[in-house]
Nanobody
Protein backbone atom coordinates (compact mmCIF):
# COMPACT_ATOMS: atom_id res chain seq x y z
CA UNK A 1 0.00 0.00 0.00
CA UNK A 2 1.38 3.38 -1.02
CA UNK A 3 1.24 5.78 1.90
CA UNK A 4 2.95 8.24 4.20
CA UNK A 5 2.58 7.69 7.91
CA UNK A 6 3.41 10.30 10.53
CA UNK A 7 4.31 9.42 14.11
CA UNK A 8 5.84 10.99 17.18
CA UNK A 9 3.13 13.43 18.16
CA UNK A 10 1.83 13.78 21.69
CA UNK A 11 1.46 16.04 24.68
CA UNK A 12 4.49 18.05 25.74
CA UNK A 13 5.05 20.94 28.12
CA UNK A 14 6.13 24.36 26.84
CA UNK A 15 9.87 24.37 26.28
CA UNK A 16 9.92 20.65 25.59
CA UNK A 17 10.90 18.70 22.50
CA UNK A 18 9.39 16.16 20.15
CA UNK A 19 10.64 14.41 17.04
CA UNK A 20 8.13 13.65 14.34
CA UNK A 21 8.73 10.95 11.75
CA UNK A 22 7.26 10.60 8.28
CA UNK A 23 7.71 7.09 6.92
CA UNK A 24 6.89 6.07 3.38
CA UNK A 25 5.69 2.64 2.35
CA UNK A 26 5.01 1.33 -1.12
CA UNK A 27 7.32 3.83 -2.78
CA UNK A 28 10.75 5.36 -2.29
CA UNK A 29 11.22 8.91 -1.06
CA UNK A 30 14.56 9.29 -2.87
CA UNK A 31 13.16 11.47 -5.65
CA UNK A 32 10.66 13.45 -3.63
CA UNK A 33 10.83 16.69 -1.75
CA UNK A 34 9.13 16.34 1.61
CA UNK A 35 7.23 18.96 3.51
CA UNK A 36 5.83 19.24 7.00
CA UNK A 37 2.62 21.20 7.33
CA UNK A 38 0.43 21.93 10.31
CA UNK A 39 -3.11 23.05 10.92
CA UNK A 40 -4.53 24.24 14.21
CA UNK A 41 -8.28 24.39 14.87
CA UNK A 42 -9.79 27.42 13.19
CA UNK A 43 -6.54 28.35 11.46
CA UNK A 44 -5.21 27.98 7.96
CA UNK A 45 -2.70 25.30 7.03
CA UNK A 46 0.91 26.44 7.43
CA UNK A 47 3.98 25.16 5.65
CA UNK A 48 6.35 24.49 8.54
CA UNK A 49 9.43 23.09 6.85
CA UNK A 50 10.38 21.46 3.57
CA UNK A 51 13.43 19.56 2.38
CA UNK A 52 14.66 18.70 -1.09
CA UNK A 53 15.13 15.13 -2.31
CA UNK A 54 18.90 15.36 -1.82
CA UNK A 55 18.58 17.23 1.50
CA UNK A 56 20.64 19.98 -0.08
CA UNK A 57 17.94 22.60 0.40
CA UNK A 58 15.67 23.29 3.32
CA UNK A 59 13.03 25.88 4.09
CA UNK A 60 11.58 26.93 7.42
CA UNK A 61 8.65 29.14 8.25
CA UNK A 62 9.67 32.20 10.27
CA UNK A 63 7.56 30.91 13.15
CA UNK A 64 9.83 27.88 13.64
CA UNK A 65 13.26 29.06 12.52
CA UNK A 66 15.93 28.24 15.06
CA UNK A 67 13.66 25.79 16.89
CA UNK A 68 12.78 23.10 14.33
CA UNK A 69 15.11 21.02 12.19
CA UNK A 70 14.09 18.91 9.23
CA UNK A 71 16.20 15.96 8.09
CA UNK A 72 15.86 12.84 6.05
CA UNK A 73 17.31 9.34 5.96
CA UNK A 74 16.65 7.91 2.53
CA UNK A 75 18.05 4.54 3.62
CA UNK A 76 15.15 4.34 6.07
CA UNK A 77 12.69 6.00 3.68
CA UNK A 78 11.91 8.44 6.48
CA UNK A 79 11.92 12.19 7.07
CA UNK A 80 12.12 13.74 10.51
CA UNK A 81 11.12 16.99 12.13
CA UNK A 82 12.96 17.74 15.37
CA UNK A 83 10.99 20.28 17.33
CA UNK A 84 12.65 22.05 20.26
CA UNK A 85 11.59 24.89 22.55
CA UNK A 86 7.98 24.12 21.81
CA UNK A 87 5.36 26.78 22.45
CA UNK A 88 1.60 26.50 22.97
CA UNK A 89 1.11 28.08 19.54
CA UNK A 90 2.84 25.06 17.98
CA UNK A 91 -0.20 22.98 18.92
CA UNK A 92 -1.67 21.54 15.71
CA UNK A 93 -2.08 18.44 13.62
CA UNK A 94 1.15 17.94 11.70
CA UNK A 95 1.08 16.41 8.24
CA UNK A 96 3.85 15.37 5.90
CA UNK A 97 3.61 15.46 2.13
CA UNK A 98 5.75 14.24 -0.74
CA UNK A 99 6.04 15.82 -4.16
CA UNK A 100 8.53 16.04 -7.00
CA UNK A 101 8.50 19.81 -6.92
CA UNK A 102 12.04 21.14 -7.20
CA UNK A 103 11.88 24.28 -5.05
CA UNK A 104 11.34 23.65 -1.35
CA UNK A 105 10.14 27.15 -0.59
CA UNK A 106 7.50 26.78 -3.29
CA UNK A 107 6.47 23.45 -1.81
CA UNK A 108 5.91 24.93 1.62
CA UNK A 109 4.05 27.93 0.27
CA UNK A 110 1.77 26.26 -2.25
CA UNK A 111 1.22 23.22 -0.06
CA UNK A 112 -0.19 25.53 2.57
CA UNK A 113 -2.51 27.00 -0.06
CA UNK A 114 -3.93 23.58 -0.86
CA UNK A 115 -1.76 22.44 -3.76
CA UNK A 116 -2.43 18.79 -4.42
CA UNK A 117 0.84 17.07 -3.50
CA UNK A 118 1.58 13.60 -4.81
CA UNK A 119 1.15 12.07 -1.35
CA UNK A 120 -0.20 13.25 2.00
CA UNK A 121 -0.12 11.55 5.36
CA UNK A 122 -3.07 11.51 7.73
CA UNK A 123 -1.40 13.59 10.41
CA UNK A 124 -0.20 13.37 13.99
CA UNK A 125 -1.43 15.63 16.79
CA UNK A 126 1.04 17.76 18.73
CA UNK A 127 -0.26 19.44 21.88
CA UNK A 128 1.92 21.87 23.80
CA UNK A 129 0.40 22.61 27.17
CA UNK A 130 1.28 22.74 30.84
Amino acid sequence: QVQLVESGGGLVQPGGSLRLSCAASGFTLDYYAIGWFRQAPGKEREGVSCISSSAGSTYYADSVKGRFTISRDNTKNTVYLQMNSLKPEDTAVYYCAADKITTVQDMCVIGALGWNMDYWGKGTLVTVSS
